[in-house]
C-alpha cells in the first residue's frame, strides 16, 4: 500500500533539501527534493523542479561542466521566478538574482573556462 505524503512531510523535504545544498552537497540536494517532486501534484510542482534544476546546475559546475549547468539552470529559473513574490520558506526574490548571475557566469566559462568557487555559491534562505 502507498501512503501520500502529508503537508509536513514535504516541509521536511524541502529544509532537507536546503540544508543539503547549502552545504554544497548538490548531489544529496538533487535526490531529496526529487522525491517530494515526484509525488507533488500541486502548485509546488514547479518550485521543486526548479530546485532540483537549481542543485544539478551547480552539480554540474562543481565538475567543469559550465555547458552543462548554463543549460539546467537556464530551465530550472524559469520555474522559480513565478514564486518570488509568494514564497515565504525561501528568499527568492533574493536568490532569483544571484542565479541570473550565475547563468551569465557559466555562459561566458563555455567560452573562457572559469575558477568555480564553491564558497561563492549562494546560500538558499
Given amino acids: 500500500m502507498t501512503h501520500k505524503k502529508s503537508q ?9 533539501g536546503i ?7 548538490f548531489f544529496e540536494c ?5 522525491d517530494a517532486w515526484r509525488e507533488e501534484e500541486g502548485p509546488l510542482r514547479d518550485l521543486y523542479q526548479g530546485l532540483i534544476k537549481l ?7 562543481e565538475r567543469g561542466n559550465f555547458e552543462g549547468a ?5 530551465s530550472g529559473l ?6 518570488q513574490k509568494t514564497c515565504t520558506k525561501i528568499s527568492l ?10 547563468l551569465k557566469r557559466f555562459e561566458v566559462w563555455q567560452r573562457e573556462p572559469g575558477t568555480f568557487d564553491l564558497a561563492e555559491v549562494p546560500l538558499i534562505h
Fill in 93 to 102: 526574490n533574493i536568490l532569483v538574482p544571484q542565479l541570473e548571475e550565475w
Fill in 19 to 25: 540544508r543539503l545544498f547549502n552545504e554544497r552537497h
Fill in 8 to 16: 509536513a512531510d514535504w516541509s521536511l523535504a524541502l529544509d532537507e
Fill in 30 to 34: 538533487h535526490e531529496v527534493l526529487e
Fill in 55 to 61: 542543485a544539478v546546475a551547480f552539480y554540474h559546475a
Fill in 70 to 74: 548554463h543549460k539546467v539552470l537556464s
Fill in 78 to 83: 524559469p520555474q522559480l521566478r513565478p514564486y
